[in-house]
């Protein structure tokens, strides 16, 4: 007799571009996962600025999809609208079993989404973050959290999207110990390298990577490596079990770079990335991100310009590594999935 899939109730909090893909994904595929994984993922909320949508008994996703699609506000839906809509008072109304937290990455607070994730997890809810800024402020404080109220927080996503960064270093390399982990984790400053590596200025790449949509009007986080560094901070915390948080972080960027400076390694074989790396000392991990030369040879050398890639070395002489080709948010959206699955899984081995 077949098995009847586990309901998991969600509220997305950030319907963006990473969040709107979530319930794209969840209306294409929806039953494939249900067969494939054995569990039904009912969107109960979302929330979005201004407002936002609730129906505990399901939302229908086609209604969501073209609400967005159209720029009409959700707060303004027929029976399920609510019109300023918090995170916080979303997850409550919706009676969700899983926050998925996808609003616009804040460093200096970390609000809206901080907020919200604490109130997840101090209800017993789960969470899942594509959010880099919670976890990069206060990683310690929200996994006390969890364990306090045997909640479950996951964040694959914010570490480069669908890049296996989190999971395989908490999973696949368990036995080892990791001396040095290197990664190309902005794909924005290195799509950027790439083209002043063939020439171009910094200023003309940079105006390419906006038309392409790959790069924000303000790029600042991006190309003076706050973003890269937040990534590493978080994957330091989660991966080499190191607290810290990005003020641990050397950070140097690319903005004073000229295609010449960028094009000089190529002379002696090797090429100039923008490389987080985590390197063992004494005392833990010595932490930074800059450009640095690294041998043509390396993996994170042979990486498509719309690539990013991580790299492990571990104390028993070996090295993997992983790249994912990210042109735009979607393989985020299916990280954000992948940590509901692990959820999932998870719970039903308890």
């Known amino acids: ?19 709107g893909g979530v319930l794209d994904i969840l209306d294409e595929q929806g039953e494939a996962l249900a067969a494939e994984h054995g569990v039904r993922l009912l969107v109960t909320g979302v929330a979005e600025f201004g407002g936002g949508a609730v129906d505990p008994a399901g939302l229908e996703l086609a209604v969501l999809r073209t609400a967005l699609a159209e720029r009409r506000p959700l707060g303004e839906l027929p029976r399920v609208g609510v019109s300023g809509l918090t995170p916080v008072e979303m997850l409550d109304r919706a009676e969700a079993d899983i926050l998925l937290e996808a609003t616009p990455v804040d460093l200096v607070d970390g609000e809206p989404g901080l907020s919200a994730v604490r109130h997840a997890l101090g209800s017993g ?24 109220y045997g909640s479950m927080l996951r964040f694959s996503a914010t570490v480069a999207g669908a890049l296996p960064v989190v999971t395989m270093g908490q999973r696949d390399l368990a ?28 200023a003309d790449a940079v105006r390419d990577a906006q038309r392409r949509g790959i790069a924000e009007a303000d790029p600042s986080l991006d190309v003076d490596g706050h973003d890269a560094a937040c990534k590493l901070a978080i994957a330091a915390n989660a991966v080499l079990r190191m607290p810290c948080t990005v003020k641990d972080v050397a950070i140097r960027g690319i903005r004073e770079l000229t295609a010449d400076d960028v094009r000089a390694p190529l002379a002696d074989g090797r090429r100039l990335v923008l490389l987080c790396l985590a390197e063992a000392d004494a005392t833990g991990y010595r932490l930074s991100v800059e450009p640095a030369p690294v041998p043509d040879d390396h993996p994170l050398a042979r990486l498509h310009p719309d690539e990013m890639g991580i790299v492990f070395h571990t104390d028993r002489n070996m090295r993997i590594s992983a790249a994912s080709l990210e042109p735009g948010a979607e393989p985020a959206s299916a990280a954000m999935l992948r940590d509901v ?7 039903s081995c308890t």
């Open 125 to 148: 809810k789960h969470a899942v973050l594509a959010n880099k800024g919670p976890v990069a402020l206060a990683y310690e404080e929200l996994s006390a959290l969890a364990a306090e």
């Open 1 to 19: 007799m077949a098995t009847e899939p586990k309901t998991w109730r969600l509220a997305l909090a950030g319907a963006g571009h990473v969040g």
């Open 175 to 202: 036995g080892c110990r990791i001396t040095r982990m290197e990664g190309v984790l902005n794909g924005t400053s290195h799509s950027i390298l790439r083209a002043m590596e063939r020439g171009i200025s910094f």
């Open 341 to 347: 699955l692990d959820i999932s899984r998870s719970t």
